[in-house]
């Protein structure tokens, strides 16, 4: 028998009940792929929205009188608001691989003398306490250099393009706000019987006069107490009991390279309310300290924006930044 010999049988007719399954496969299939061809069309919708809503300018509105420390001062309705989107921060450990929350809005003032930021966003959750060892914060930040082009120097600057950074955390709001929060606020129930640099000879144990750190300086010309506690008696911001600002200024030449500046002359306020944070970081446009970014009228720089959340352990270089290089662009007036 030749190939063109070969009986072909004809195929049995489905039974009623096979007829129907395939019927139900059929409506399922086209079903999904309808389905899958809505949700694309959705994403891209979305997306589109995004790509709408979200800038990469900001503009910084000429006013009388920046509310360096009141985000709700009615001046903020003057302000153009600026959806600035956020983005994994995978250059560096300890990296973070999604966003926090999506966008954060962005708002500017300035009269000439200081300029303020206002950057709120959604958190659900207020945190502001880190004296317990696993208690993070809520902060933001506001990065500003000379106008470049440099897609990277929108997280730490560089090495040839440095940084200024305003650093607002929630932990020194809530020192600012309520005063030094040390130990007994996190752990109510704690005590001690003896710690040298507030008891001198002769001295009862307790001694409800004390109070830290003005009762650390030197006595008689003794060594004064602050030597027990470094990271106060050396200055370091983190350490100091007497916050008069919520707002770090801070230069930085890439990651790692942070460091706070001689001359703190930043200031601002953050209010919690209804799920969300409100924050206005503030500082004066001419330059206190070298390398600073010094700001001008009438002309644009770049910029950059980041949130950590405390809810998330967010600390360091576990952040959520600006997807984009930002143009700020100061309006004459």
Request: with cysteine.
């Amino acid at each position: 028998m030749t190939d063109s010999d070969t009986k072909v049988e004809p195929e049995a007719e489905p039974t009623a009940e096979e007829a129907s399954r395939i019927d139900r496969r059929k409506v399922l299939i086209g079903g999904a792929a309808g389905a899958a061809v809505v949700a694309a069309g959705a994403w891209a919708l979305t997306n589109d929205t995004k790509r709408k809503e979200v800038v990469t300018e900001v503009v910084a509105k000429r006013v009388d009188k920046v509310p360096i420390d009141d985000p709700d001062s009615s001046n903020w309705s003057k302000a153009s608001a600026a959806t600035i989107a956020l983005d994994v921060q995978n250059m560096a450990a300890p990296m973070k691989a999604k966003p926090f929350v999506p966008t954060v809005e962005v708002k500017s003032l300035h009269d000439g003398t200081s300029i303020a930021f206002r950057i709120e966003w959604v958190d659900t959750e207020r945190n502001e306490l880190t004296v317990p060892c696993d208690g993070f914060r809520d902060s933001c930040a506001v990065l500003l250099l000379p106008k470049t082009e440099n897609l990277g120097a929108r997280i730490m600057g560089t090495a040839a393009e440095p940084a200024t950074l305003l650093h607002w955390k929630a932990d020194w709001q809530l020192d600012v706000d309520k005063g030094f929060q040390d130990l007994e606020v996190a752990f109510p129930n704690t005590a001690f019987d003896y710690y040298p640099p507030i008891t001198q000879p002769g001295d009862p144990i307790e001694r409800p006069d004390v109070v830290i750190p003005d009762s650390y300086e030197a006595v008689e010309g003794k060594v004064p107490g602050t030597v027990w506690l470094p990271g106060y008696h050396v200055g370091n911001p983190i350490s100091n009991a007497k916050k008069t600002s919520s707002v770090e200024k801070l230069l930085a030449k890439g990651f790692g390279t942070a460091m706070t500046q001689a001359t703190q002359d930043a200031v601002g306020k953050g209010v919690w309310a209804d799920g969300s944070w409100k924050v206005v970081l503030a500082k004066p446009l001419a330059a206190s300290d070298d390398l600073e970014t010094a700001l001008t009228p009438g002309s644009t720089y770049s910029m950059a924006v980041a949130v950590w959340a405390g809810a998330e352990n967010d600390t360091g270089g576990r952040k959520s930044p600006g997807r984009d290089l930002l143009t700020l662009r100061l309006e004459r007036g």
